[in-house]
Nanobody, 123 residues
């Protein structure tokens, strides 16, 4: 079992930045690939970014590539999502999730999920 807790969400103006954290406890988090997903009201949960177990491989959705950066600190069991140049369309609840094996952009492949953190970007 792995428990995930997201933090770092909040209200920011367009063009601003936020850094989300996903803290893991339970089984060693370095054995899991981690993904970030987001869900806006009335919309499906969308892939944002993913990182491999060792942190060498990262993947991004087209909508955030070049603005967001995913990274991980396996010594402290934390995965980060640095979000720059935020826009109102980035407003959503952001979730981190983890899975064994390779990272994926498909939410149904992830085994454990956090409770989410709200990100609101004002125009």
């Amino acid at each position: 079992q792995v428990q995930l807790v997201e933090s770092g969400g909040g209200l920011v103006q367009a063009g601003g930045s936020l850094k989300l954290s996903c803290a893991a406890s339970g089984r060693t988090s370095s054995t899991y690939a981690v993904g970030w997903f987001r869900q806006a009201p009335g919309k499906e949960r969308d892939f944002v970014a993913a990182i491999s177990r060792g942190g060498l491989a990262t993947y991004y959705s087209d909508s955030v590539r070049g603005r967001f950066t995913i990274s991980r600190d396996n010594a402290n069991n934390i995965v980060y999502l640095q979000m720059n140049s935020l826009q109102p369309e980035d407003t959503a609840v952001y979730y981190c999730a983890c899975k064994g094996g390779l990272s994926s952009r498909y939410s149904q492949e992830y085994d454990y999920w956090g409770q989410g953190t709200q990100v609101t970007v004002s125009s």
